[in-house]
């Protein structure tokens, strides 16, 4: 089977707790985080399945030759008496089962049971099986060798490798395990350290790591990640950090600006958040002379009242004065009406009365003939005149000295005369609080009664002459 499908984190729900803390995360996104985390345990668990056993161990067959590198083999020992290290290889030298030489910056082991070496190693190289090969040149493979001097622990790569698993180490041909060397790469050198320093040989120290692609690649994809990671926390930054300005986590350059969410709701901020530029406090300013949405939406509405206000003053001002022009058109063609009918008023007035004069006039003050009941002051008797159309002739409307004198006579039988009224009376009932002497014609009996004081006495046929004759004198005195 293939490796296992890699698990690669699409959502990240810390940042979407932190961005929007009332809302709830989102169900689709926990069931495709699931997902991808499923496919890659199930992976791990059936390429687990095929490695061990119920049990814990290996499962069987699950090793097999190929497992093993030459390396391997050569520690294993092919004629079971493991393997013994000669150094370079030398000419005409014997050599046996198991024996590991080096040559050209290569390691070889015997590949026969026992032979004795020929003068050059191409000639000898039939008796010679190659397990490590230090001196290929290939950008396949990233390889460094080295010399031992004995006490030299530290020694340069050429490749940045992140973990002691990343390679393997051969000390003349013998691979080191891994927890008797370290890595480490800092201010831009990569060093193995060993805990015991390699004998002395020459390129007798051979690291083998990972295809040079690989290497490249590989430093490259942590660089990246460190980036990514950089740029992450940055944009996490600028997204919701409060109460101090945002610092790239890249570059370390403090850019003195706030987050999203500071410039949002913050209090830190150097003039104001959004949340203050919209709803600060209606007649407090945000900065200086500026101030919020909310104050300049409250003077708005207030302009707009006023406005509106002020438009339908203006268009009640606007009939108004509409009303008060046609009023005043009225009122001018009324004041002319006025004005004519006051000359023709005049005229007439004019016409009917015609002051001061010392004899009566034949013709009006505007010469036409005299009207019925004109009038005029006649200035030499002092007294006012009044024409008689009929008769064509004017008259007094004071009396003479005569008739003044019969007016005054009968002016002075009045008061007799009203007298009389009360104290004789003609009713079908009897009068009101009468006084003795009063006298009253009863209209109902036919009677005539006069009152005694006390009551009304009816006058008779029988009564003496005397009687009816004071009755007689009474109403004489009465009527005067």
Sequence with gaps: MAQPRQYNQTNTFNDWTTTNPSDPHIGSKFDTEFTELKQNTDDLNTNISLLQRDDGKLKNESVHKDSFDQDA??????????????????????????????????????????????????????????????????????????????????????????????????????????????????????????????????NNVIIWGDAVVSQAASAATLGYKDTANNHKTTASRWASLQNAT????????????????????????AVGSAKDWAVQAEDSAVTGSSYSSLHHAAKASASATASASSATASASSATAAASSATSAASSATAAATSETN?????????????????????????????????????????????????????????????????????????????????EYKIAASAPGSPSEGHMWSDTTNNLFKVYNGTSWATVTEGQTEAEVNGTAISMAIALG
């Design 73 to 202: 083999l050569a520690l294993i020992g092919a004629s079971g008496n493991g393997f013994n290290v000669k150094g370079d290889w030398a000419a005409s030298t014997a050599y046996v089962a198991g024996d590991i030489v080096n040559n050209n910056d290569s390691t070889y082991l015997t590949a026969t049971s026992s032979f004795t070496s020929e003068a050059s190693f191409s000639a000898d190289s039939a008796n010679w099986t190659l397990i490590a090969n230090a001196a290929i040149s290939t950008t396949g493979a990233s390889v460094n060798t080295a010399s031992g001097d004995g006490s030299n622990k530290v020694f340069a790569t050429g490749y940045k490798y992140s973990d002691v698993t990343d390679i393997q180490v051969f000390i003349s041909g013998v691979l080191v395990a891994t927890n008797l060397y370290t890595i480490s790469n800092s201010g831009g050198a990569n060093n193995i350290t060993f805990t015991t320093a390699p004998a002395s040989g020459t």
């Design 246 to 269: 945002v610092v790239d986590a890249e570059t370390s350059a403090d850019s003195s600006e706030y987050s999203a969410k500071e410039y949002a709701i913050g209090t830190t901020v």
């Design 342 to 422: 006051a000359a023709a008023s005049y005229d007439q007035f004019d016409d009917r009365y015609l002051g001061s004069k010392s004899s009566d006039p034949t013709q009006d003050n505007d010469g036409a003939t005299l009207l019925d009941g004109a009038l005029y002051f006649n200035t030499t008797n002092n007294v006012l005149m009044v024409y008689d159309l009929g008769n064509t002739t004017w008259r007094r409307t004071t009396p003479t000295t005569t008739d003044q004198g019969h007016i005054n006579t009968v002016s002075g039988s009045i008061a007799d005369v009203n007298r009389y009224a009360v």
